[in-house]
């Protein structure tokens, strides 16, 4: 059974960093590609980042380019995503999701099959 586990989220103020984790089990992720996406109250939910299960190549949204660093431990089975420099406008429920495609263009949520619960991150202006 495929499961994803978010954490790491919470309240931080702006210019803060915060680290989320997505736990995976039910598959590894040598054959996965891990999509991290947000949803801010009242907006659609936007891909944010994702990492490839080939070669660890990356996608990064302009929104969090050079903020945002996406990474796996394949030991672990955990997806990271380190969140620096962070603005107001961060502030979202994060979600990692599985089984969908990671080509170094924008991510489409409907291309993923598998999704997390969801962890709230709050930056405080």
């Known amino acids: 059974q495929v499961q994803l586990v978010e954490s790491g989220g919470g309240l931080v103020p702006a210019g803060g960093s915060l680290r989320l984790s997505c736990e995976v089990s039910g598959f590894t992720l040598d054959y996965y590609p891990i999509g991290w996406f947000r949803q801010a109250p009242g907006k659609e939910r936007e891909g944010v980042s994702c990492?490839?299960?080939?070669?660890?190549?990356?996608y990064y949204a302009d929104s969090v380019k050079g903020r945002f660093t996406i990474s796996r431990d394949n030991a672990k089975n955990t997806v990271y995503l380190q969140m620096n420099s962070l603005k107001p406008e961060d502030t979202a429920v994060y979600y990692c999701?599985?089984?969908?495609?990671?080509?170094?263009?924008?991510?489409?949520?409907?291309?993923?099959?598998?999704w997390g619960q969801g962890t709230q991150v709050t930056v405080s202006s």
């Open positions: 990492i490839s299960f080939t070669d660890g190549s990356t």
């Open positions: 999701a599985t089984d969908g495609p990671c080509t170094g263009r924008p991510l489409k949520d409907y291309e993923y099959d598998f």
